[in-house]
């Protein structure tokens, strides 16, 4: 089982995917403004990805 959290993101090129959160730990040389450097799944490309809102219509999670 998987017990990180998860959170949604969208990449700088519209992508949106979900990655692992690391509480108290994204504040190193990767971490710009509110959003992060990430390896983007879909164009395998470093970008930087900030967190997406999610509503409850989205499958019930928020």
């Keep these: 089982m998987d017990s990180m959290e998860r959170t949604v993101v969208r990449c700088a090129e519209g992508h949106v995917f979900s990655t692992a959160t ?6 190193g040389a990767g971490r ?10 879909r164009c395998a490309r470093l970008r930087h990805a900030v967190p997406v809102a999610v509503t409850a219509g989205a499958g019930g999670r928020v």
């Design 22 to 27: 690391f509480p108290m730990q994204n504040l």
């Design 32 to 41: 710009i403004g509110p959003g992060r450097l990430l390896r983007c799944p």
